[in-house]
């Protein structure tokens, strides 16, 4: 028997093998079955914009990796998994559309460059900088959980987010998928997007214009030369709180989007949403996936309003990233973290306290942090299935790469 609930997801590049030779994907889809993982998300379209099917407007794989033959990957990929009573899902990297250290003229981010985001940061002499991501030079950002490898576009641009909701329609139209998986709905970190345009769309929201653009948002501060801890210090300015609630608004606003174009296609087609389980720091990526009922405690910048952008109710699925080594809350006290949600069970509990009933979710495991902890990762499946609805394992190339298909088996 197998679980829908157990998931595993398929990165393009780091499967390519697996999903070039029909053949060699028919025996992972076998063992998936038998370690009773019932449901595949395949990454249809990555954060180089490229796709893997044959889409109408998205460029296909072959253009940026030549491995990779000018055919419907998805399709065969779907066919596989039905034939062994699986599921599949499109997985989709949204708001990214480029790389920048491997930039190609067909990613969407390089075509289109005025729907890269603006980063702020400070200058070599302190000042601050408002640039496009893909052309950081010589400045400094505060709270990202990325390195910017990737080419971010700026969510709050309709045009962007009608690009998004094309690539979306497209797969639930044309494909018999299971559902959607949606990666990457957020921004890239607290430095976007501070572009001329969303400065525009945020004087709108507040109902008046910005006197000190982008410092009564927040300033950044660099460490004086006695000071141990060399990040930069963010100094929230009078707006900081409207604007955290102006971000997670546009990113709920294109959830709603999403969920309505389903529903409209009339297609059977679920939608699951991928994000991180650290709630307190999510204000950071502008992501409010709590549910509507709930008040952050975490964000004393913000009003009951917040809530408001809480999206939970609005999708079918969450999948939380529960990534840590650490699996009970003992062993991360044990080991001085910073609080108890710095674990796998944790994870759980913070997720269950800012979502309640709202959603299923399910709690997902970053595998290479299990490396040569071949027990621990198998408590950590087990800690996702008693805190959450399931357990979802990123990435097959790791239960692959390592051999670790009966440590899987549930």
């Known amino acids: 028997m197998v679980n829908y609930n157990y998931y595993i997801w398929v990165e393009i590049e780091a499967n390519k093998q697996r999903i070039i030779d029909k053949e060699y994907f028919k025996s992972i889809i076998k063992k998936c079955r038998e370690a009773g993982i019932g449901s595949i998300i395949l990454s249809a379209k990555d954060t180089t914009g490229f796709c893997i099917y044959k889409s109408s407007f998205v460029p296909h794989y072959n253009r940026f990796d030549k491995d990779f033959e000018y055919t419907d990957y ?40 005025g729907w ?35 080419v971010f576009v700026n969510p709050v641009m309709e045009e962007v987010r009608n690009y998004e909701l094309s ?43 910005v006197p000190n653009w982008p410092e009564d948002i927040y300033q950044l501060e660099a460490p004086q030369e006695t000071e141990k801890d060399r990040n930069l210090k963010v100094v929230y300015g009078p707006l900081f709180g409207q604007w955290v609630t102006f971000r997670a ?14 529903k409209e296609s009339g297609k059977n087609v679920q939608f699951a949403d991928y994000t991180g389980s650290w709630y307190p720091l999510y204000y950071l990526v502008g992501a409010n996936w709590a549910s509507e009922k709930y008040v952050p405690e975490e964000y004393p910048w913000v009003d009951k309003s917040y809530a408001d952008t809480g999206y939970a109710e609005y999708i079918d699925t969450l999948l939380s990233g529960f990534y840590y080594t650490d699996v009970t809350v003992r062993d991360a006290l044990d080991k001085g973290r910073p609080d108890y949600w710095y674990s796998v069970e944790g994870s759980g509990d913070m997720v269950r306290k800012v979502v309640g009933d709202a959603v299923p979710y399910v709690g997902s495991l970053f595998l290479q942090q299990y490396e040569n902890e071949s027990e621990t990762f198998g408590k950590a499946v087990d800690m996702c299935f008693e805190k959450s609805g399931g357990c979802m394992l990123f990435d097959l190339c790791y239960v692959d790469g390592y051999d670790w298909w009966a440590q899987c088996k549930r």
């Open 167 to 209: 690539i979306i329609k497209e797969l639930v139209t044309n494909y018999d998928i299971d559902g959607v998986v949606l990666d990457r709905v957020r921004f890239v970190g607290l430095g976007s997007d501070f572009s001329n345009y969303t400065k525009g769309r945020f004087e709108e929201f507040i109902g008046k214009k």
């Open 249 to 262: 608004g546009i990113i709920k606003t294109f959830i709603k989007q999403v969920r309505t174009m389903i």
């Open 116 to 150: 890269q985001t603006g980063m702020y940061g400070i200058n070599e002499n302190g000042k601050p900088e408002i640039q496009p991501i893909a052309e950081l030079n010589n400045i400094r950002t505060a709270g990202s959980i990325d390195d910017f490898s990737e």
């Open 74 to 113: 998805l399709k065969t990929c779907i066919d596989a998994a039905h034939a062994e009573g699986l599921k599949l899902y499109a997985g989709i990297d949204v708001f990214a559309e480029g790389r920048v250290k491997q930039r190609h003229r067909l990613s969407p981010g390089f075509i289109n460059t």
